[in-house]
């Protein structure tokens, strides 16, 4: 492994820039450069996530002497800027959704493979040290014959009438907000703890805040969908950003004929095991913890771990890929961010036809 700090650099300053910049400069890298669209927006982009440099132009950043891109800009502009970063023979972490179609994002996967570049997706809740040991649970068959899956991601930071983002505008965010923007989670997050794949779905959206500040708005506030997996488990969830109270609560269960599993992404440090014979909640605590979760178990038992300590461990093991020349298990990649594209896919098409039952393409 080199001794060399990774050099990286950083287009988009919003939210997710910063969750970014923060996880970059906790893994040890140098943060080069961060990209605004405009000298004011570069030096604000640079300020938020802790760069070295404001860059007003991407194509400045790629001539820095960078290894590699996070790209935290809207999702329409997710395709042009990996496309030139992957080009440039940069390694890149993407922001989800990936793309804003299900054949942008293969694009974006078959470039990357092409390039032979490291290039993930942060579908960061993979990297709680909970989600990890329900998965080590699962895969040692503890749940017995798993019989459904169900859950929800709920949020309501756009309930209020005028409440905008430009995740609510379909140029810039793509035919799905709601569904690409956080059922994208819980589905990445429920193939991953299971190893299922969804195969089939039957969804419904709505657009319950149908003009915002005047505009018409094309993208769903929610969506519900039933699915099914290629092991023939039934499921359905809930999805919304209208859902008063919950501010960013992923609940996903698994049920078994020998135990059920429960896990609430706002209480992130705690695991629900459901049997007849009795029920527990399992606490992070390293003494206790598989060897999956304890890679990434970071503080002592009692010190909660939380967005962001899951958010540092995702970007530290996209960097161990870049430098060891090794995938770290459970790295979400761009074939998870293609995947996840195909699931969306499924979804619209299926409520765009009254829930008729869609396959997902493989
Ligand atoms: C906004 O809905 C958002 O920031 C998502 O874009 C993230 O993926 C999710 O982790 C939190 O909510």
Redesign the pocket.
């Known amino acids: 492994m080199s001794t060399d700090k990774l050099r990286v650099g950083i287009v988009g300053g919003g939210?997710?820039g910063q969750v970014h910049g923060r996880a970059a400069l906790v893994s040890g890298a140098t943060v080069v450069g961060a990209v605004g669209s405009s000298p004011d927006r570069a030096e604000a982009a640079r300020a938020a996530t802790g760069a070295e440099r404001g860059f007003a132009t991407l194509d400045e950043l790629l001539a820095a002497d960078i290894d590699v891109v996070h790209v935290c800009t809207p999702n329409n502009t997710h395709l042009p800027v990996t496309l030139q970063a992957l080009d440039a023979g940069k390694h890149v972490i993407c922001?989800?959704p990936l793309a804003t179609s299900a054949k942008d994002a293969a694009g974006l996967l078959a470039a990357a493979e092409e390039a032979g570049l490291v290039a993930t997706v942060?579908f960061?809740?993979r990297y709680h040290p909970m989600v990890r040991e329900l998965r080590t649970k699962v895969a040692a068959g503890e749940a017995g014959q798993i019989t459904s899956l169900h859950g929800s991601y709920l949020?309501d930071?756009l309930a209020g009438a005028d409440d905008d983002n430009w995740?609510v505008d379909d140029a810039a965010g793509g035919p799905s907000r709601a569904f690409a923007?956080?059922g994208s989670?819980w589905c990445d997050l429920t193939e991953f703890v299971t190893g299922d794949r969804i195969v089939a779905v039957s969804a419904q959206t709505r657009t319950v805040r149908a003009n915002r500040g005047g505009v018409e708005v094309r993208t769903e506030d929610l969506a519900t969908a039933q699915f099914r997996t290629e092991g023939g488990v039934v499921g359905t969830v809930v999805v919304s950003?209208v859902a008063a109270g919950r501010k960013?609560r992923l609940y996903l269960e698994v049920s078994g004929t020998d135990a059920s599993f429960g896990f609430d992404q706002e209480d992130p440090d705690r695991l629900w095991v459901g049997r007849r014979a009795g029920n527990q909640v399992l606490f992070r605590d390293p003494e206790t913890l598989s060897p999956p979760a304890a890679r990434i178990n970071r503080l002592p038992a009692g010190h909660a771990q939380g967005?962001q300590d899951a958010f540092d461990f995702f970007v530290a093991d996209s960097y161990a890929a870049v430098e060891q020349d090794d995938r770290p298990d459970g790295l979400p990649d761009f074939a998870a961010g293609a995947r996840s594209a195909r699931i969306v896919d499924a979804v619209l098409r299926s409520a765009a036809a009254d829930a008729t039952w869609t396959a997902v393409e493989h």
């Open positions: 939210f997710m922001e989800k942060p960061v809740y949020q930071w995740r923007d956080i989670h950003q960013n967005y």
